[in-house]
C-alpha cells in the first residue's frame, strides 16, 4: 500500500476535486485548487535541484501557503521542517544548520532574520517568500515571490512512485536544550497521528483509500486546529482532514473572539485546542459574546494540561459537544485518549484510555500492573518514531526493550488505575523532589487554576536548604482579581497533599506560554532565579505538611 503521505492526500483530491480543501481568512482553495498548487511548488523545487531525502524548512505562522509547501514536499520525496517562526536570530541559525536546509518558505515579515542567517548557512540555496501584509525587502538574499514561483510551474502529478519509508520530521522543542527532530517514517507516523489506527478502537484501517472514501461517502467534517503548524497537534488534524476530504480552517493568530465567529462563520464540527492556555480565554469569550456554537460536536485537546475546573466549564456551557482529551508527544505519537462526561472525577492528573500498545514500565522495565498505584514511565510500542535526527546518543536513550518488543520512552510519568486507564502527571525532568517526595507540575497546576482568582499557573522547583526542593508557582491572577494567598492555599490543599502545595509565589502579569500553548518552564525558572517571590512560606516548609 502506498501508506505516504502525499499519496493519502491525492486519493482525497480524486474523489472529492471541488470541495473545499483548506480555509484561512477570507481565502479558500478546493481540493482540485490546492492539488495544482502543490504540484505547481514541487515541480518549481524539483527543476533548482530539490530531491528525495532532501530538508525543506517551512518558517510561516498558520496559512494555506504553509501546508502546501508540507505537501509539496512530500510529493517530491522531500522533508518539511517546522521553523518556530518565535525563534531569534541564534536559535534560527541553528535550526536551520541542524537540519540542513535545502530550501526555504518564508513569510515576508521573516525577511530581516533570514537575511541575517543565510550567510553561516551556505547549503540552504532557495528561498520563497509568501507574501502577507509587511513591505520587507527579500531581494538582497535572493528571494523568490511564493506566487510568482507557481505561477510558471506545472501543475501535473507526474512525480515517481513513493515510499512508506519516506521520512517525515517534527522539530520539537521541549522544556529544556536545543530544539531536536524527531524522526519518523511516513507509513508510523500516519498509523499513530493521522488515524492510521483508530484512535477510539485501536484497529488498523483497511487499506490506503479508506479515510478518502469515508470522508467522500459521507457528509464533510470541518476541523478547526488553533495551534500553530509548527506544533505536530495542528499539522496532524491537518492532514487527518485532508486525508478524508474535510475541511480544514486555520488561522495566523490565536484571538478568541475570532475563534468564535470563525466557528460560527464556517460551522466547523471539531475544535482542537492545546489545554488551558487557549481553554481559558475561549470560554470566557463564548460567554461574553454569545456565539453559535451549535456546529461543534467536538472538542480535542491534547499537548498540554486541561485542568478539571475548565473542563467542567466546557461540560456546562456545551453540554452537546463531545469534549476529550488525548496524550502523546512529538515522540510517542498517540498514547491515549480521555472523553469526558460531567460529574466525572477529574482529580489526580489527565486520566485517559491507554492506545492498544501503551504501557507504564517500572524501574527495570517491566509493565506495572492495573491498581498497583505505583508511579512508571510511559511507553508505546508498534509504530514508533526512528528517532532523533543526528543525535544518536539521545536516541539511543529514548527507547527500551521489553520482552523483544522496541518501546519509545518520550520522558512522561503515569500510574495505572485499577481499570486500566492511565493517569498523565508530567514530565520526568520537570519532576520535583521535595523532601524525597515526588512533585509532578501537571497535578499542582490544575489545583491552582480550579481557584476562582487564577487564570493560569506554571509550577517549578526551587533550590531548598532543607528539603533539596520546594514547589514554587509562577501565577498570574485573573483580571481585576487580588489573590489571597492564605484562602489560596487552604483551597489548593483541599484538592492535594499539603506537601505538594507550593511554598513560593512569583505573580505575574502575564505566563509566558510557547506559540502552541505549552508550558515554558525554562522561562518559569528563570524568572523565579532572577526575581524575589511575591509571597514565602518557605520558613514553613521545613516540617512535613
Known amino acids: 500500500m502506498a501508506l505516504n503521505i502525499a499519496d493519502l492526500v491525492e486519493h482525497a483530491v480524486d474523489l472529492v476535486p471541488d470541495r473545499v480543501a483548506v480555509i484561512c481568512g477570507e481565502r479558500r482553495v478546493t481540493y482540485a485548487q490546492f492539488e495544482e498548487r502543490t504540484n505547481r511548488l514541487a515541480h518549481y523545487l524539483a527543476e533548482r535541484g530539490v530531491g528525495p531525502g532532501e530538508h525543506i524548512g517551512v518558517y510561516a505562522r498558520n496559512s494555506i501557503a504553509a501546508i502546501e509547501a508540507m505537501v509539496a514536499a512530500y510529493k517530491l520525496r ?5 521553523i518556530n517562526y518565535r525563534y531569534v536570530q541564534n536559535e534560527l541559525r541553528y535550526v536551520f544548520d541542524n537540519a540542513d536546509l535545502v530550501a526555504l518558505v518564508h513569510e515576508r515579515r521573516y525577511a530581516p532574520l533570514v537575511a541575517e542567517v543565510l550567510p553561516g548557512v551556505p547549503n540552504l540555496k532557495q528561498v520563497l517568500v509568501v507574501g502577507d501584509e509587511s513591505t520587507e525587502d527579500f531581494a538582497g538574499y535572493g528571494g523568490v515571490a511564493y506566487e510568482d514561483a507557481l505561477a510558471g510551474a506545472s501543475p501535473t502529478r507526474d512525480f515517481g512512485e513513493r515510499s512508506p519509508d519516506d521520512v517525515y520530521i517534527l522539530y520539537t522543542g521541549g522544556t529544556t536544550g536545543y530544539p531536536k527532530g524527531v524522526l519518523w517514517r511516513h507509513e508510523d507516523v500516519w498509523r499513530t497521528l493521522g488515524g492510521g489506527i483508530d484512535f477510539l478502537t485501536g484497529e488498523p ?3 490506503e483509500w479508506q479515510q478518502a472514501r469515508d470522508g467522500a461517502n459521507g457528509g464533510v467534517l470541518v476541523r478547526f486546529p488553533l495551534a500553530p503548524l509548527i506544533h505536530g497537534a495542528a499539522q496532524w488534524a491537518s492532514l487527518q482532514s485532508l486525508f478524508s476530504g474535510g475541511t480544514v480552517v486555520l488561522s495566523p493568530r490565536f484571538d478568541a473572539d475570532e475563534v468564535w465567529r470563525a466557528i460560527e462563520r464556517h460551522r466547523v464540527n471539531v475544535l482542537a485546542i492545546v489545554g488551558d492556555a487557549m481553554a481559558r480565554p475561549l470560554i470566557e469569550a463564548y460567554h461574553r459574546g454569545g456565539y453559535d456554537a451549535s456546529s461543534l460536536v467536538a ?12 473542563k467542567e466549564q466546557y461540560l456546562d456551557a456545551l ?5 476529550t482529551d488525548a496524550v502523546g508527544s512529538s515522540e510517542s505519537g498517540f498514547a491515549g485518549i480521555g472523553m469526558l462526561q460531567r460529574g466525572a472525577d477529574f482529580s489526580g492528573g489527565v486520566r485517559v484510555n491507554p492506545g492498544r500498545d501503551t504501557v507504564v514500565l517500572d524501574e527495570d522495565n517491566r509493565p506495572l500492573e492495573p491498581g498497583s498505584g505505583l508511579v512508571g514511565r510511559l511507553a508505546r510500542g508498534g509504530h514508533v518514531p526512528l528517532g532523533y535526527y543526528k543525535d544518536p546518543e539521545k536516541t539511543a536513550a529514548m527507547f527500551v526493550e521489553v520482552d523483544g518488543r522496541r518501546y519509545v520512552t518520550p520522558g512522561d510519568f503515569a500510574r495505572v488505575e485499577a481499570d486500566g ?10 519532576c520535583i523532589n521535595t523532601g524525597g517526595e515526588k512533585v509532578y507540575p501537571d497535578e499542582v497546576e490544575g489545583a491552582l487554576k480550579s481557584h476562582p482568582d487564577v487564570f493560569d499557573a506554571l509550577v517549578v522547583g526551587v533550590p531548598d536548604d532543607r528539603l533539596g526542593q520546594r514547589v514554587a508557582a509562577v501565577v498570574q491572577p485573573r483580571p481585576g482579581h487580588t489573590l489571597d494567598y492564605a484562602a489560596l492555599d487552604a483551597h489548593v490543599r483541599t484538592r492535594i497533599a499539603g506537601y505538594k502545595t507550593p511554598r513560593s509565589l512569583w505573580v505575574v502579569d502575564e505566563i509566558t506560554r510557547t506559540p502552541s500553548g505549552k508550558a515554558d518552564y525554562r522561562w518559569a525558572q528563570r524568572l523565579t532565579r532572577e526575581h524575589q517571590a511575591t509571597h514565602d512560606t518557605a520558613p514553613a516548609a521545613t516540617g512535613r505538611a
Do not use: E
Open 421 to 430: 486507564s492511565i493517569t498523565l502527571l508530567g514530565r520526568g525532568n520537570m
Open 319 to 323: 453540554p452537546n459537544v463531545v469534549i
Open 299 to 310: 472538542v480535542s485537546s491534547t499537548g498540554a494540561l486541561f485542568s478539571p475546573s475548565v
Open 78 to 82: 522531500a522533508v518539511a521542517v517546522n
Open 205 to 207: 484501517l483497511a487499506d
